[in-house]
């Protein structure tokens, strides 16, 4: 038996396998640069071994992209020889799938050198490789994520576009908006029942669910982790059992940052804040009407990095379409309080529970690399000390449109920033930079020479 470098033991293995005699079979989920699960299902008697040694898994399947396809220029594939890595269990994280037939499980993965060393083109190192540099300087990163989706149709519309999912109830359909509607919520209550209990299954803390801000579109909150790792497993957790479950009452969970053209899309917000050895949370301002340096800083930070991060908050072309003006994604690096038009919010509230909602980050983001890329505008701004400017008070939209700040505005444009990023280089690692901006600029390509049906509506027969 070799020691896990996860810090996993194989006493939980063996706790869980007496405590859930009748699950059969695991699903082993590592998770990508795109935040997309690959690995491999086993079956029950493999697991003990997979907690005493790891388990095989190529190097390459860290350098897919969106398809599953290889992408070279990350180095991963055949300059390595596609060799085998070995991959350990994440402590904590493995769990009952709620539902299953025959029951199954699953836990989440990350990969190591064959000497035990992480293989830092790993998104998950990325982001502990930041908590242990604030765990150096004696705080603790907390935080956690909301999980906006669209739950919809299995089918599309006679003009083939997506549309809002009935109610499994009783199969009432909707159009409307229905921000807030508790009673649009009873539609989906057996649905939202099951995702409850498969993430008191999975010791996940989802909370509220509202209806937000578009035709089925709906979102989850998480409650707040003292270790922000915890918070990224939770949300990839979460993910993975709202759309398994939406699948089994016969509708889509959908995570597009931007699925319907005319409607509002779903973002992935980060909660954070910084506590230090005995538990306080050091952004808390100590005399009222005075923000505290440190929470400042770290706003500073965030601004002042955030246009060569845009490519890990706003990965994909379809990101891109969700930054539209007054549409609640947040389109200039501004900060206010209790302000849902700036891209960095302080939440009302009490003052020892105060935090940062980080607000550009699609759904369709990977959380690890957010969480790494926002450590790492926070480390930034508080070494050096950086002034946020001005808090930004009524419509933050407005700064924005008269040209006050400079962002991308495309995804290729994003895509060369970050390729340039020393910050961004630094924050993720070297590897885990290459290999995520290769992918990238690679699925540019992919969509950059597709000839899509806009393309024949625009130009068939008009040119």
Known sequence: MTTSPSGSSVDEARAFLDAHPQIEAFDIVLTDANGIGRGKIIRRHELLALYESGRHLPISILGLDIVGE?????????????????AWPLPGTLVPLHGTNPPRGQVLM?????????????????????????????????GAFELEFF???????????????RAVLDGRASGKTEVYSVDHLHGM?????????????????????????????????LNYRQDILRAADDLLMLKRLVRMQARRHGVTACFMAKPIELYAGSGMHLHVSMQDASGTN?????????????????????ADTMAESMLVFAPHANSWRRFVSQSYAPIAPTWGVNNRSVALRVPAGSKSARRIEHRP????????????????????GVDEKIDPGPETTGNGYECARVGEVEMPTDWLSAIKAAERSSFLREALGEDMHRTFTAIKRAEYLRVARTVSELDYHLYLHEV
Do not use: C
Request: avoid cysteine; hydrophobic fraction near 40%; proline fraction near 6%.
């Open 110 to 142: 990350s990969m190591y050198l064959l000497d035990g060393t992480p293989m830092t083109s790993d998104p998950r190192h990325a982001l502990k490789r930041q908590v242990d540099a604030f765990s150096a300087r004696g705080l603790r990163p907390a």
């Open 361 to 380: 980050s699609g759904v369709d983001a990977n959380p690890y690399l957010v969480a790494a890329t926002v450590l790492a505008g926070i480390a930034r």
């Open 151 to 165: 739950l919809l149709a299995s089918e599309r519309n006679a003009d083939g576009r997506v549309q809002p999912a």
């Open 189 to 221: 209550e057996p649905l939202f029942s099951d995702i409850y209990k498969a993430a008191e299954a999975q010791g996940i803390p989802a909370e509220t669910v509202i209806s937000e801000y578009a035709p089925g579109q709906y979102e989850l909150t």
């Open 282 to 302: 050091v952004f808390t301002e100590e005399r009222d009407g005075e923000w505290n340096p440190l929470l400042l800083h770290a706003l500073g930070g965030l």
């Open 70 to 86: 290889d992408v070279h220029e990350t180095g991963l594939i055949w300059d390595s020889g596609d060799g085998d890595l070995r």
